[in-house]
């Protein structure tokens, strides 16, 4: 026996009426009232055409947040993200730590690391020096 089965299970809609999930099917109806009710306020005053061009830019985000997802987030989800990249974020500066100012000033700083390890290690080889000059002089009888 074969049974298909849809290979994105996640993504499956069941519909409601004519197609549309209960979602998709609220938010039309809202956009459908809410474009007629526009038109019919403002038809008398500015004619069909003027209230259609009122009423679109108020219906779309309506109708928007019934049918259109971005990775799986709402129109509204997508268009507060958006927003706040936009608007909220701060900006970020680079700032390099490698110009030839600082890299002079790393430089010699461990020259002047090296000479300090160097005189440290004279010092040393000093001390034992004369150590050993003193024993050798005890040694021959001096």
């Known amino acids: 026996m074969v049974i298909e089965i849809n290979k994105d299970i996640d993504k499956y809609q069941e519909s409601v009426v004519m197609g549309l999930t209960a979602k998709q099917l609220i938010y039309s109806i809202a956009a459908v009232l809410v474009g007629g009710l526009i038109v019919l306020l403002t038809y008398k005053y500015i004619g069909l055409t003027g209230s259609a061009y009122v009423a679109i830019p108020v219906v779309a985000p309506i109708a928007m ?66 150590r050993k000059d003193l024993e050798e002089s005890r040694n021959a009888g001096f």
Request: hydrophobic residues 30%; positive net charge; proline residues 0%.
């Open 65 to 130: 947040g019934g049918f259109y997802t971005y990775q799986g987030m709402s129109f509204y989800e997508a268009t507060k993200r958006r927003l706040h990249f936009l608007f909220g974020n701060k900006e970020l500066t680079y700032i390099s730590t490698e110009g030839e100012n600082a890299i002079k000033k790393l430089r010699m700083e461990e020259v002047l690391e090296q000479k300090k390890n160097q005189n440290k290690g004279n010092f040393f080889f000093k001390k034992n020096k004369k």
